[in-house]
T-cell receptor, first 114, second 107 residues
Framework: NAGVTQTPKFRILKIGQSMTLQCTQD?????MYWYRQDPGMGLKLIYY???????DKGEVPNGYNVSRSTTEDFPLRLELAAPSQTSVYFC?????????????FGEGSRLTVL | DAKTTQPNSMESNEEEPVHLPCNHS???????IHWYRQLPSQGPEYVIH???SNVNNRMASLAIAEDRKSSTLILHRATLRDAAVYYC????????FGTGTRLQVFP
C-alpha cells in the first residue's frame, strides 16, 4: 500500500515555464487536496476535490489549475511559473469529510522558480 | 470558513505533560475537531480527532469543552520526537489549516 505518492520530489523551473505536479493515491479516497507551504509558514489550500470530476478553489488558487478525471489522480498544473510559486507542495487525501476523515499526506514536492 | 486560534509557540521539558490549547468559537454542530502535527522537513500527520466527547489514542488525548468552543490536545509525556508544529483544524470539505503551535521540547 503506497498511500499518497507525489512526483517529482524536487524541481527547478525558470520563470514562465509550466509543469504538472503529480499526485496519486491507492486508498480509493474520495477527497483530495493540494496545499503549498512557504518557508516557515503554515499550509495554504490551493484546490481540493470531493470526487472524480469535481474540483473547487481553496485559499490561493491563482496561477494553478487542477483536474480530477479519476479517483486515484489529482494533478496540479502550474502555468507561467513565477518566483512567488517557490514553495513545498503537499498533496493529501481522505476517504470522506467526517468522523473518519483522517487526511493522509504525501511527502511533498519542493519547487524552486528562478 | 470556521477558524481556529492557537498560540504561536509553547515549550516543555522532556517527560512532562503538554497541554496545547485551541479556540474555535465559530464551530458548527457538525464540525469535527482534528489535530495534525508536522515534524521538521516532513508532511503533516494525523494525531487525533473528536466531535463532542474526550478522545484518547496511543499518541495523545483530546479534551473538548462542553460548549465545543475550545479544545486541548494533551501529550501525556513529551519526548524530543514530539517537537513539531501542531495544527488544530475544523474538519469540513474545505480543509483550512491555521498557523499552528510550534512546540519545543527540552531535554
Amino acid at each position: 500500500n503506497a498511500g499518497v505518492t507525489q512526483t517529482p520530489k524536487f524541481r527547478i523551473l525558470k520563470i514562465g515555464q509550466s509543469m504538472t505536479l503529480q499526485c496519486t493515491q491507492d486508498m480509493n479516497h474520495n477527497y483530495m487536496y493540494w496545499y503549498r507551504q512557504d518557508p516557515g509558514m503554515g499550509l495554504k489550500l490551493i484546490y481540493y476535490s470531493v470526487g472524480a470530476g469535481i474540483t473547487d478553489k481553496g485559499e490561493v488558487p491563482n496561477g494553478y489549475n487542477v483536474s480530477r478525471s479519476t479517483t486515484e489522480d489529482f494533478p496540479l498544473r502550474l502555468e507561467l511559473a513565477a518566483p512567488s510559486q517557490t514553495s513545498v507542495y503537499f498533496c493529501a487525501s481522505s476517504y470522506f469529510a467526517g468522523a473518519s476523515g483522517e487526511l493522509f499526506f504525501g511527502e511533498g514536492s519542493r519547487l524552486t522558480v528562478l | 470558513d470556521a477558524k481556529t486560534t492557537q498560540p504561536n509557540s509553547m515549550e516543555s521539558n522532556e517527560e512532562e505533560p503538554v497541554h496545547l490549547p485551541c479556540n474555535h468559537s465559530t464551530i458548527s454542530g457538525t464540525d469535527y475537531i482534528h489535530w495534525y502535527r508536522q515534524l521538521p522537513s516532513q508532511g503533516p500527520e494525523y494525531v487525533i480527532h473528536g466531535l463532542t466527547s474526550n478522545v484518547n489514542n496511543r499518541m495523545a488525548s483530546l479534551a473538548i469543552a462542553e460548549d465545543r468552543k475550545s479544545s486541548t490536545l494533551i501529550l501525556h509525556r513529551a519526548t524530543l520526537r514530539d517537537a513539531a508544529v501542531y495544527y488544530c483544524i475544523l474538519r469540513t470539505d474545505k480543509l483550512i489549516f491555521g498557523t499552528g503551535t510550534r512546540l519545543q521540547v527540552f531535554p
